[in-house]
């Protein structure tokens, strides 16, 4: 894996952390306006529990996604696995970009977790309406089966979520404890109408910052793919700080974890405005870094790697 140049474009979403998110513990957030700052020399552990053994990715789809797009981010979690539903994914994979969380896991003496793409929950009917708050949210990760499992909430193009676009794209968090134990949990909203300047950069316009042209989006739908950036980002920083005392930089209340650490980094050469030397579909013309399961296409962040101590791409 290529290691890149580390940048923060301002218009790009970091993470930091909010008081009284979902189940009033969340870790994790992918946020807007970020300060160009370089990272540490490394995440340091603090000695907290990580996500072992089989792991079920439930999706919570809240409100109206087509199959199509469900089954774009669906792919992507496949893809997660080293088999990835394809037996092989092509090189440059995501289950080769996963692999790097490998690498804090074997600091940490933890057994890599395995992932399995598991329940999706369909709420098309907008149970608990169109505007939540991180109470609603909280009701919703809540649901299914949450034990050995990370529960992914989606909301849609149409629902406002206390804070997504002013501040954030994307976060995650645990439960509290309980007698049943804890499970970790990831919001995403698609900013399709929203804010796709913000929260689905490259594949749309800035709001801020140089501007550039919007590239391709490699599966042809801006906000879900947009999603992909953000779970990608939000999956790494699950595994590796899932309860607020894992792998992390900085203080708790606004850590940066793997992949936000680099944020706005997804090839060689990345620098403000710039996603990068990304690969781009003869056919269509879309940008990509990664393959994955059923012949996918995604862009995925950059992770810091442990090991170097540097922000790593896949090209």
């Not at 920083?237 to 850590?255: D, M, V």
């Amino acid at each position: 894996m290529a290691s890149s140049r580390i940048i923060s474009p301002s218009f790009l979403c970091i993470l930091v952390a909010f008081a009284s998110l979902l189940f009033q513990c969340s870790y994790g957030a992918r946020k807007l306006n970020a300060l160009v700052e370089e990272p540490s020399p490394v995440l340091t552990y603090h000695k907290g529990a990580l996500l072992t053994g089989p792991i079920s990715v439930n999706l919570i789809w809240y409100g109206k996604f087509t199959a199509a797009q469900r089954a774009i981010i669906s792919d992507f979690v496949t893809s997660l696995s080293s088999k990835g539903g394809d037996q092989n994914q092509p090189e440059p994979s995501v289950s080769a970009w996963w692999k790097t969380i490998g690498k804090y896991y074997a600091r940490s003496k933890t057994e890599f977790p395995k992932l399995t793409l598991g329940d999706q929950i369909l709420d098309g009917s907008y149970a608990l309406g169109k505007s939540l708050t991180n109470d609603d949210i909280a009701k919703l990760a809540s649901r299914g089966a949450p034990k050995n499992a990370v529960n992914v909430v989606l909301t849609a193009d149409d629902v406002a979520v206390e804070g997504f676009c002013m501040s954030r794209c994307g976060t995650h968090g645990s439960s509290p404890r309980s007698k049943s134990g804890r499970f970790a949990y990831i919001w995403v909203g698609n900013s399709a109408t929203q804010c796709p300047g913000q929260c689905a950069w490259p594949f749309h316009q800035p709001v801020y910052g140089p501007q550039s042209p919007p590239l391709v989006a490699p599966n042809g739908d801006v906000g879900i793919d947009g999603m992909v950036i953000n779970l990608a980002s939000m999956m790494a920083g699950t595994a590796t700080n899932p309860f607020g005392n894992g792998f992390y930089q900085g203080p708790k209340e606004a850590p940066l974890e793997a992949a936000t650490a680099c944020p706005g980094v997804y090839a060689k050469g990345a620098y403000p405005g710039y996603a990068g030397e990304l690969l781009v579909e003869p056919t269509t013309g879309a940008s990509y870094n990664a393959n994955g399961a059923h012949g996918r296409k995604y862009l995925v962040p950059a992770l810091f790697d442990p090991s170097t101590s540097t922000c790593s791409t896949l090209v």
